[in-house]
């Protein structure tokens, strides 16, 4: 299986800083097929569903803010919010879905101070 | 727009199986993937299965051979099986839509407790 090691596992930031959020996989994720990194970000608000906010590394899905960037590639990759507001208060978590079995990063939980 | 809506109990009792539903609206289940996943009070994340537009499946092997991924789509409805449940079982499920799952259920939290 491929092993998603996720950081930091939670952080508090103020309105208007950025966070930076990191997954590291055991296996690289890169296609030689298609050059798509198949890692995907997604936010978890409480008391609510996963939502996608990034997939293939770094293509943001539709109607996601700005202020949410993936990079990263092979086995490093990274979920930055810049400008972070009240409302990004949620866990965080990577996806491989590269090979099965699909694995997550252990998640990350972010507070507004 | 596509939803996707969990149902089932939400008590189950240990060595018994656990049986959900994951009605679809708006897309139809024979077009792309459809996955199962369940997250952990604490947090972790788990992916189980998928059922794929063909009706091939793919299951997580830590799972083994108590899971099943099935469909009936003349109702657009796609359904998890596991058997043999445990307290570690205990999670909330969701079904999702997509090799990335760009749509996500509401979720359906199940207490494994005799």
């Known amino acids: 299986d491929i092993v998603m090691t996720q950081s930091p596992f939670s952080l508090a930031v103020s309105e208007g800083e950025m966070v930076t959020i990191n997954c590291k996989s055991s296996q690289s994720l890169l296609s030689s097929g298609n050059q798509k990194n198949y890692l995907a970000w997604y936010q978890q608000k409480p008391g609510q569903s996963p939502k996608l906010l990034i997939y293939?590394?770094?293509t943001r899905q539709s109607g996601v803010p700005d202020r949410f960037i993936g990079s990263g590639s092979g086995t490093d990759f990274t979920l930055t919010i810049s400008d972070v507001q009240a409302e990004d208060l949620a866990d965080y978590y990577c996806l491989q879905h590269y090979s099965s079995p699909f694995t997550f990063g252990s998640g990350t939980k972010l507070e507004i101070k | 727009e596509v939803q996707l809506q969990e149902s089932g109990p939400g008590l189950v009792k240990p060595s018994q199986s656990l049986s959900l539903t994951c009605s679809v609206t708006g897309y139809s289940i024979t077009s792309n993937y459809w996955g199962w996943i369940r997250k952990f009070p604490g947090n972790k994340m788990e992916w189980m299965g998928y059922i794929s537009y063909s009706g091939s499946t793919s299951y997580n092997p830590s799972l083994k051979s108590r899971i099943s991924i099935t469909r009936d789509t003349s109702k657009n409805q796609f359904f998890l099986q596991l058997n043999s449940v445990t307290t570690e079982d205990t999670a909330t499920y969701y079904c999702a839509r997509g090799n990335y799952y760009r749509d996500w259920g509401q979720g359906v939290m199940v207490t494994v407790s005799s």
């Open positions: 293939y590394a770094s």
